[in-house]
């Protein structure tokens, strides 16, 4: 096991916490080798050489493809050595063989931790410490310099999220690409919004419009966005099935679309989305 903190042997089973999750804080440079390969041997401490160099800028870890046959798989490795760099959960730089030192140099200053990158981190040192001002200002100035960084915009959006506006920080998730780690997040704040954007609501009598009538839909509608936006998630999911069992169309298909995002603010996991996920099939698909 490499001893350095920046140097870390990967197992099969620890790749996507130890690789793909933690490439959304650090650069993570992951050289795929085995024992048997003689190149690995001549590049191998090349790399070790130049991360030590680096001080922490970005994590090297070590795959042995022996050890690792479906991590290799699932990344098409056919030749080592091979090295990919990892951001945010995908891959933005590789090469293959071993290359000379001067090369493979090249290579990491190419995936080191941009402007915007630094930014990005003093934006949230300084709002984990509530001073959202500051936050603002250094998200801000990142997404100048990248306007698509995902964590900027997902941390911006937080933010705005939490002081109401809705319509801004809808719109700064919506630019966040797709495929990567930082997109659950973004997918999971969007569900978040969303859901809690109608605010405080008189449960009482919405429940009292929707039960004098319960063909009325829109009331219906209306009291499982402000059940959902309360937080009395199985209560929500309830009656918003009810609505989408009556009519799956009612409101450019309002009611489907709230229960899935409260599907994704709840987690896949969780027995009320197994539920309700099950029972909105059956009926969408019966």
């Known amino acids: 096991m490499a001893s350095e903190a920046s140097i870390v042997d990967v197992a099969e089973a620890e790749f996507t916490a130890a690789v793909l999750d933690r490439s959304a804080k650090l650069p993570v440079v992951v050289d795929f080798w085995a024992p048997w390969c003689g190149p690995c041997r001549t590049l191998g401490p090349v790399l070790e050489r130049l991360t030590q160099q680096h001080a922490g800028a970005f994590v090297l870890a070590k795959v042995n493809v022996d050890e690792a046959p479906e991590v290799a798989k699932t990344f098409g490795i056919r030749s080592i050595p091979a090295v990919k760099a990892f951001r945010d959960g995908r891959v933005v730089a590789e090469f293959v063989g ?3 030192e001067a ?17 990005v ?17 250094r998200y801000l100035a990142a997404l100048e310099k990248d306007a698509r960084h995902g ?4 941390g911006l ?6 002081r109401g506006e809705t319509a801004r920080a809808l719109a700064l998730l919506e630019r966040v690409a797709g495929g990567t780690e930082i997109t659950k997040r973004a997918e999971r704040l969007a569900a978040a919004t969303r859901t809690h954007a109608a605010g405080a609501a008189d449960l009482d009598a919405l429940r009292a419009r929707a039960s004098a ?13 402000g059940l959902s936006a309360a937080g009395r998630y199985e209560e929500a999911l309830r009656e918003l099935l009810a609505v989408v069992q009556r009519d799956p169309r009612f409101a450019e298909e309002a009611a489907r679309k709230t229960m899935l995002d ?18 909105l099939a059956r009926t969408l698909f019966r």
């Open 98 to 100: 071993a290359q000379p």
């Open 103 to 119: 090369a493979v140099s090249r290579f990491l200053e190419s995936v080191l931790p941009s402007d915007a990158d630094r930014l």
């Open 121 to 137: 981190d003093e934006a949230e040192e300084f709002a984990s410490r509530g001073h959202e001002n500051a936050a603002e200002e």
């Open 151 to 154: 964590r900027a915009l997902v």
């Open 157 to 162: 959006a937080e933010l705005l999220a939490g």
């Open 213 to 225: 009538n319960p063909q009325d839909l829109a009331a219906r509608l209306e009291f499982g966005k």
């Open 262 to 279: 409260l599907f994704a603010l709840l987690g896949p996991s969780d027995p009320l989305t197994q539920k309700f996920r099950g029972e």
